[in-house]
């Protein structure tokens, strides 16, 4: 029996991705790390753990992985996930408080993503994106972030948050022309 043939591979520039999608990245770190959270990790350091775990897994990337896009925030629902689990359990151990350096280890984050990410984080765009994402009501907030930031297929958003398929899709369509219309939205939505 022939052995099966290897995937191929799905080289990226994650140079270039990372440009691409730094300030998206960021600004769902934002929206995901809820307040509870941020005594434990700040979307910074979760930015900057996302994209130390890209590098990682970008060797073994192949084409089955998706768009770049989707494939770089799979990876961030992961490292969140994860890092709620730690939350969870060292807050049910009694710790008070603590640097997010108790959940992540940023010793290895190159400078110049470290810079990027504090860059971003006193971005003018970003901060306006930001807080009109924060005046959305739930339900769009949440379309916006699985299928606008996560590139979420739409049938599984519809399924996650409890709605019909077309009724999702007309609700995105219309979410994405007024979230275009912002000002500065740049390229924050694909």
């Not at 440009?19 to 700040?42: G, I, P």
């Not at 470290?114 to 907030?141: G, H």
Request: hydrophobic residues 40%.
């Amino acid at each position: 029996m022939d052995p099966e043939p290897a995937q191929p591979t799905d080289d990226i520039d994650l140079e270039v991705l990372y440009r691409e999608q730094a300030a998206s990245l960021y600004a769902w770190a934002c929206l995901r790390t809820e307040r509870r959270l941020r005594q434990w990790v700040t979307p910074e350091d979760l930015t900057q753990e996302i994209w130390v775990r890209a590098t990682r897994a970008a060797k073994a990337r192949d084409a089955s992985s998706g768009p770049p896009r989707a494939w770089l925030f799979t990876i961030a629902k992961h490292v969140l996930y994860e890092v709620r689990r730690l939350a969870e359990r060292n807050g049910s151990e009694g710790a008070a408080g603590g640097s997010t350096t108790r959940l992540l280890a940023l010793d290895q984050v190159p400078a110049e993503i470290t810079s990027l990410t504090q860059r971003l984080s006193r971005d003018d765009a970003v901060k306006d994106f930001l807080t009109r994402v924060d005046q959305l009501d739930d339900e769009d907030r949440m379309l916006l972030i699985h299928v606008g930031l996560e590139a979420m297929p739409q049938t599984e958003a519809a399924a996650r948050l409890g709605m019909g398929y077309d009724a999702l899709a007309k609700r995105w369509q219309r979410l994405r022309e007024r979230v275009r219309a912002w000002p500065s939205t740049g390229n924050l939505l694909p």
